[in-house]
């Protein structure tokens, strides 16, 4: 049985006023209404150009970015390494929208498949379409709309830089996540990425494409998914998460008044999780897993059922993932008993993390239940070193 309470572990690599640090920050983010306020505060000054940089890189950004730069990544990125944890660096920058930011975007999702593939520690590289394709383009895509002229020339560009990326990735020997966005995209996104897995997926595991479990419709997409990697005969890389857009999601389909995506309720899709891994480690022959959680239970589950699969603890087909700054003692300790264990390890100009820091900080509100995870964690380990 993995020991998810062993903080020494798990905060292995945090000096003491490192995990004094963190301790401040999560009891700050457990605060709903002190969150809400600063993601209103910190996009009103970042656009009127008031100085809070220094503000927001001291607190949430040291904790859940590895720096401006990949360059600036490399000490964690060893440090992790070190400890038998992988990154995954991933560009988190957000809401580009022009051709330029898009080409942006994939030069530096290139420089990190590069980067990986020099090296050992980082097995993984990752994207969103939404940089480098046009958010409203991807929308009339998975509508099937008729595109003009100009778009389908656009959708051409956009198509080119996913390739280019996936290409990379392949020639490179490292895998490549796409993440999941919002449901009213994702048509396009899953399109383009069983497109990939059928161009790359043949010889190796490249292509990875994430299911957000939150969704109702999620399950049966896998199962169709596994259909045709049979058929056709080539490996399905899946990401599983349980879905980062819940509030928007309900939101848009009552304002517009259709039938919302996500499940009723939060044992729905903690089923439907638990129902994903488990279909998916049957079925290993032609699915390749990334847990994305920090759930601890649905994480013991893929533990128990790797051995019933008879998977071994470091087969490549299943990784275990967290994000940086989030459940050290879910990546620490598995990494120690010998599973495979990747963190994202996201990078950027402090101004543009910010919508990936906000969902952090929101994530973490009082609301969900992670503060308090970690909050316990950190607490358990200040004492086991007798600190406060
Ligand atoms: C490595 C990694 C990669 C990720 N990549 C993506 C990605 O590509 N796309 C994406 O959307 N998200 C992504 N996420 C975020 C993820 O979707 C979750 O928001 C986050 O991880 C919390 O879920 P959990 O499994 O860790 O834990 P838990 O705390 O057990 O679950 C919280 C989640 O449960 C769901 N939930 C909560 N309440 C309800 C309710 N009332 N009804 C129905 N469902 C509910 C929501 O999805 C919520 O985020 C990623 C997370 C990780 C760790």
Redesign the pocket.
């Known amino acids: 049985m993995v020991n998810f309470d062993d903080t020494k572990t798990a905060f292995a690599t945090k000096t003491d006023s490192q995990l004094k640090k963190a301790y401040w920050l999560f009891k700050l983010v457990a605060n709903q209404k002190l969150v809400s306020f600063g993601k209103w505060s910190s996009a009103l000054a970042m656009k009127i150009g008031l100085p809070i940089k220094g503000m927001v890189k001291a607190t949430v950004y040291d904790q859940f970015v590895g720096g401006e730069t990949i360059k600036d990544c490399r000490d964690t990125i060893e440090e992790l390494h070190s400890y038998g944890v992988y990154s995954i660096l991933d560009y988190s920058v957000e809401g580009a929208k022009t051709e330029d930011a898009f080409d942006d975007t994939m030069e530096k999702t290139l420089q990190t498949i590069k980067y990986g593939g020099a090296r050992a520690g980082v097995p993984f590289a990752v994207f969103k379409m939404t940089g480098v394709a046009r958010f409203g383009l991807l929308q009339k895509v998975s509508d099937g709309k008729e595109l003009t002229e100009a778009e389908k020339k656009e959708f051409a560009r956009a198509k080119d830089r996913i390739e280019t990326i996936c290409k990379e990735a392949g020639e490179q020997h490292i895998s490549i996540l796409i993440?999941?966005?919002e449901s009213w995209i994702q048509q396009a996104i899953d399109d383009i990425a069983l497109e990939m897995m059928r161009k790359l997926n043949k010889e190796e595991c490249i292509v990875y494409n994430?299911a957000?479990m939150?969704r109702w419709d999620r399950l049966e997409y896998i199962k169709h998914l596994h259909e045709i990697a049979e058929k056709e005969n080539f490996y399905c890389g899946l990401?599983l998460?349980?879905?980062?857009?819940?509030e928007k999601e309900r939101e848009r389909a009552y304002e517009m008044g259709y039938k919302s995506p996500?499940?009723?309720?939060?044992e729905?899709?903690?089923r439907d999780?638990d129902l994903a891994i488990n279909y998916i480690l049957e079925n290993h022959k032609y699915l390749y897993l990334v847990a994305?959680?920090?759930?601890e239970e649905?994480t013991r589950m893929l533990t128990n059922l790797m051995f019933a699969h008879g998977l071994e603890k470091g087969s490549k087909q299943v990784w275990f993932?967290?994000?940086y700054g989030m459940s050290d003692n879910l990546s620490f300790v598995l990494a120690k008993e010998g599973y495979n264990v990747v963190k994202?390890l996201p990078f950027g100009p402090i101004e543009k993390t910010l919508p990936y820091l906000i969902r952090r900080a929101e994530?973490n509100t009082s609301a969900?239940?992670?503060t308090t995870r970690e909050l316990n964690l950190i607490e358990k380990e200040m004492k086991r070193r007798g600190i406060d």
Do not use: C, F, W
Not at 262 to 266: A, R, Y
Not at 292 to 295: A, D, F, M, V
């Open positions: 993440d999941a966005e994430t957000q939150y990401k998460v349980r879905g980062a857009y819940m996500i499940q009723p309720d939060k729905s899709t903690d999780y994305g959680s920090h759930n649905s993932s967290q994000l994202y994530e969900s239940g992670q």
